[in-house]
């Protein structure tokens, strides 16, 4: 099988150097991506395929449904290194329907290690439990859980001390919340995208005051 995959990355290869024969020679030179994509590990959400860029146009940060958690240190050395280094001014907190983590963590089965990855997911639900047993249909309260998740990652990455150190410094950057449909192969916006402190005080208006754009 590692045979089949080394002959289908040198067909690649051979198409990218057709097209452009100095691509691969660009690419080594400098990764400048304008955004970050924070996604599901989930193998049907491929970043960059899904909106048509090519190596090097995306920093991409992956993990079992999307979570963005204040003390994953994974998390916060690619947020980190993508706003201070890379100076991107997108971030892409991208989830999809039908995530098995957003499902798994309202299933009331014990998985192990994963059942406290998943915490803020089960927090979620909680926060908004009287909403999601309103809907009666359950693919449609899953997706809505899905969605409920994303907005809860764009606001952990807002109110970080990374972006609030970005934002000071006057450097462009905005938060958005996006939704990929595994079903028909479309992307959403979810109407939330956060460019500043005045967004985030809009947005989030139960933040302390104080606490928006202090040091942390």
């Known amino acids: 099988m590692v045979e089949t995959l080394l002959r289908n990355n040198l067909a690649w290869a051979e198409r990218k150097r057709a097209q452009d024969p100095e691509f691969f020679s660009r690419l080594a030179a400098q990764q400048t991506p304008r955004y970050l994509w924070i996604g599901?590990?989930?193998?049907?959400?491929?970043?960059?395929?899904?909106?048509?860029?090519?190596?090097?146009?995306?920093?991409?940060?992956?993990?079992?449904?999307?979570?963005?958690?204040?003390?994953?240190?994974?998390?916060?050395?690619?947020?980190?290194?993508?706003?201070?280094?890379?100076?991107?001014?997108?971030?892409?907190?991208?989830?999809?329907?039908?995530?098995?983590?957003?499902?798994?963590?309202?299933?009331?089965?014990?998985?192990?290690?994963?059942?406290h990855w998943l915490q803020p997911i089960r927090d979620v639900y909680d926060e908004h439990v009287c909403d999601l047993k309103a809907i009666a249909d359950e693919v449609a309260r899953e997706d809505r859980l899905c969605e409920l998740n994303v907005l809860a990652q764009v606001r952990a990455v807002a109110q970080n001390p990374f972006v609030h150190e970005a934002w000071r410094r006057g450097q462009e950057l905005e938060v958005h919340g996006l939704i990929y449909s595994v079903r028909d192969g479309i992307l959403n916006h979810l109407d939330v995208s956060v460019s500043g402190f005045d967004d985030l005080k809009k947005l989030f208006p139960d933040r302390p005051s104080a606490l928006i754009g202090a040091s942390v």
């Open 40 to 115: 599901c590990a989930d193998s049907r959400v491929p970043a960059n395929e899904i909106i048509g860029l090519d190596p090097g146009e995306v920093f991409v940060h992956r993990n079992i449904a999307n979570l963005c958690p204040p003390a994953d240190s994974n998390f916060l050395s690619v947020l980190q290194f993508a706003t201070e280094q890379l100076k991107v001014r997108d971030v892409l907190v991208t989830g999809h329907y039908g995530c098995g983590g957003v499902r798994a963590a309202v299933a009331g089965e014990r998985l192990g290690l994963i059942d």
